[in-house]
């Protein structure tokens, strides 16, 4: 039946006409620089988080007071960020239930209330897919994305998203794409097939960009956490097909993409990406706009076709058939084919003296360094973050579960980027024999110059949550069982002390003088 599919799939293809609405145009330069050195944040992120951190703190406040009364008067409060991990669509589900058990309006547990209070949210991955379908939707409830949306579009693998019609559509967009003068991919199709099941709109939303979010009500109210993606930088122009650990970390936000890292140390407008740019400004007089398809960004987040290195290796599997199906009615494969590839916006700018002689940039799903958490946004000082929610649901060990590697890796780059932020963070055996993975535990309690993480691994508290990364097709019941048992990992399995011990590790960094009671919750949730 696949093979009949995808040779009607062919014939159509040949025939698919061009579309408008996937294309980057050319827009006039916007008046500010584009491109800044890596120093701090935008004067734009500055005050976007200073505007949501006020409202974040006011809901800190009411949902600590409903764990202790002694928190009513809190002054000092901590900015909170969560991190969602990669993992497949385990992870964007398993994750959406973490959100549904930190979102008052979708849920009661005890961490209801969490949600209104965070200041940043990053993913990557499946993670990323989750950032996107909420963000890009105007952050409505988890609830609603289930029954409004997921629970019709998971339950068909991505080789029938939209069927036929929709494939026609994907080549199109590509073949516009191409015809406007940038290279397409099997990113380009990739994140296109994954935006109809995640994305509402129009042929899968194809007219949304990361920067549009930008204007969303919610995101302009400052009702709702910053986003942010994280990709890996491949130097392809050295052979390289894989990224090692201390691979370059890119992050995409509705305002910039750029990264913190030596070597690049820079960022640029979102809206602008795409377009042609030598030390930090155009180079052909126009702009261009369009290039930050909220798609093509969440599908570089999760694209790992670079692990074959070579095209032909990508057709041993079902989806790898379907993309280059796609993608060679826009032109032949090559090896670039297998990364996001984006105009390097940092040539010959002088701070990213790595790059700045590559007219091109080469990226990769966002755990390929091994960081499958993504906590590099969020540890880099500028953001002054004090407690992350730590979310993982990676497959780590052969029956795919979380075992601490994604954190571990982003604590010891940090230590190898000088970066002393990351509290200390045990080994992956320590990890298992503890049991650190099957359970909320807090790390940084005792380290006042560090961040506290909060970690909240997947575990098996109402569902089977171990699902293969690889699985594609999510009947409907599936989707909501492992919702459900995100919301469970949120609340540590519903036990009753949870609540109160996470207020009192959230407020130790506050510096407060803490109730009596948090000493036998600190001794029992921090880790040292």
């Known amino acids: 039946m696949a093979f009949l599919k995808l040779c009607s799939l062919s014939f159509l293809l040949s025939t698919a006409f061009a579309a408008d609405t996937y294309a ?7 008046s500010t620089a584009l491109v800044r050195d890596a120093s701090g944040l935008s004067t734009e992120e500055t005050t976007w988080a200073e505007s949501r951190k006020a409202i974040a ?15 009513a008067d809190a002054t000092t409060l ?5 991190s969602s991990s990669g993992g497949g669509y385990r992870a964007m589900l398993g994750g959406a239930g973490v959100i549904k058990g930190f979102d008052s309006r979708d849920s009661n547990v005890s961490t209801s209330g969490l949600w209104q209070a965070l200041t940043y949210h990053a993913g990557l991955s499946g993670g990323a897919w989750l950032v996107s379908s909420v963000a890009g939707n105007n952050w409505p409830t988890i609830s609603s994305l289930v029954t409004g949306l997921w629970g019709n579009t998971l339950d068909e693998t991505l080789l029938l998203a939209e069927g036929l019609d929709g494939a026609i559509d994907i080549a199109a967009d590509l073949k516009a794409k191409h015809k406007a003068g940038f290279d397409t991919t099997l990113t380009d199709t990739w994140g296109r097939l994954l ?5 509402y709109g129009d042929n899968g939303g194809v007219n949304k960009t990361l920067s549009d979010i930008a204007g ?7 009702n709702a956490p910053f986003p942010i993606m994280t990709s890996t930088g491949v130097k392809l122009w050295e052979g390289e097909c894989k990224p090692d650990t201390l691979g370059t970390q890119y992050e995409f936000s509705p305002l910039e993409f750029g990264s913190w890292d030596s070597g690049v140390a820079a960022f640029v407008q979102t809206e602008y990406l795409g377009s042609s740019l030598s030390n930090g ?13 909220l798609g093509y960004m969440f599908g570089t987040s999760s694209s790992l076709f670079n692990l074959a290195c070579i095209p032909a290796e990508v057709n041993a599997t079902e989806i790898g058939t379907l993309l280059y199906e796609i993608l060679i009615k826009v032109h032949e494969a090559a090896t670039s084919d297998l990364f996001g590839v984006f105009p390097n916006p940092f040539y010959q700018y002088t701070a990213s003296s790595d790059i700045a002689d590559q007219d091109t ?35 780590d060990t052969d029956f795919n579960w979380p075992n601490g590697t994604g954190i571990l890796q982003a604590y010891e780059t940090a230590m190898a980027e000088g970066l002393t932020t990351m509290p200390e963070i045990p080994s992956i055996e320590t990890f298992v024999s503890e049991a650190l993975n099957t359970k909320a535990v807090f790390f940084g309690c005792n380290d006042p110059d560090a961040i506290t993480i909060i970690y909240l691994p997947n575990f098996s508290f109402s569902a089977a949550s171990n699902v293969s990364t690889l699985q594609l097709e999510y009947e409907a019941i599936l989707t909501s069982e492992l919702v459900a048992n995100g919301v469970q990992i949120a609340s540590n399995g519903g036990k009753a002390d949870f609540g109160p011990c996470l207020a009192c590790g959230i407020m130790q960094k506050s510096g407060a003088t803490l109730p009596s009671e948090c000493t036998d919750c600190l001794a029992s949730y921090c880790y040292n």
């Open 361 to 395: 940039l080469y990226l990769v799903d966002g755990a390929e360094s091994n960081q499958n958490v993504p906590l590099w946004p969020l540890i880099q000082p500028a953001r002054a973050i004090d407690v992350i929610f730590a979310n993982d649901l990676s497959a």
């Open 195 to 199: 935006s109809y099941q995640i994305l």
């Open 78 to 82: 901590p900015k909170l960020a969560l």
């Open 216 to 222: 969303l009500s919610e995101y302009t109210s400052h």
């Open 281 to 293: 400004a155009p180079s052909g007089g126009d702009c261009v706009t369009g290039y930050d398809n």
């Open 57 to 71: 703190d006011e809901a800190l406040k009411t949902w600590l007071a409903k764990q202790n009364s002694a928190w």
């Open 24 to 30: 980057p145009v050319s827009a006039t330069c916007a």
